[in-house]
């Protein structure tokens, strides 16, 4: 089986020397730059697996590099891995989210933890649920999992990466409850405490509502005390 093609994007050349050395020893393919717009244009020419960015550059920041994938088909796709100098509180942390962040690890970080990371990011990518395993979809809509667009009756919904997980998964599990911790775990890949898990997926949930329209997003059903359901 191939390698796994890792992108490193930081501008500290010591911190990229590092990762790309120890990714590389860990079996990984890894394709690196300093620069950000740089790494844009490696993205779209390699198709890597994963992105490891670094939040903070000259120029184009990880953020803005993670919304930039995100609008090309070819690479919207793309999982990443945002590091980070500085602590954040939630309300960055959910930017970065919708900006397109996968998993969020600060500096300085153990390397072991964030080649498993990697690992989980990776395994849990070829677990979440597209449109082509979806059993049922309501009429009209379609869910594209390669430009990760959503259409309803031919025209397109604007979904930001986690909303559009998030409905990819009610959808393939339609009818059932899910509990909020499996949804995190799914979705956005690591458990909260309950009462953030609750705020960030009824933050979504709302939002998905708004852009389904009053009669699809009504058939995403919150069931008190246990979780959400498509219906």
Request: hydrophobic content about 45%.
């Amino acid at each position: 089986m191939p390698s796994r093609k890792i992108l490193v994007v930081d501008d500290e050349r010591n911190i990229l020397e590092v990762l790309r050395s120890y990714l590389q020893s860990d079996d990984y393919s890894v394709i690196y730059t300093d620069n950000a717009s740089e790494a844009l244009i490696l993205a779209e020419a390699s198709s890597p697996d994963l992105v490891v960015v670094d939040a903070v550059m000259p120029g184009l920041d990880g953020l803005a590099f993670c919304e930039a994938l995100r609008e090309s088909p070819r690479t919207a796709g793309i999982p990443v891995i945002m590091i980070s100098g500085k602590a954040i509180d939630e309300a960055a942390m959910l930017r970065a989210f919708e900006s397109g962040v996968d998993d969020y690890i600060l500096k300085p970080f153990s390397l072991p933890i964030l080649a498993a990371r990697i690992k989980a990011l990776l395994r849990r990518y070829a677990e979440i649920p597209n449109c082509a395993r979806c059993k049922v979809a309501p009429k009209g809509v379609q869910l594209d999992p390669e430009s990760r667009t959503l259409k309803i009756s031919g025209k397109e919904i604007k979904l930001s990466r986690k909303e559009f997980d998030l409905l990819a998964l009610l959808l393939e599990k339609n009818g059932r409850v899910l509990g909020l911790p499996y949804i995190m775990e799914t979705v956005w890949g690591q458990q909260m405490a309950l009462a953030d898990s609750l705020h960030t997926v009824e933050t979504h949930i709302s939002a998905l509502r708004k852009k389904l329209g009053p009669k699809l997003g009504a058939r995403l059903k919150n069931v008190t005390g246990h979780g959400y359901k498509f219906e």
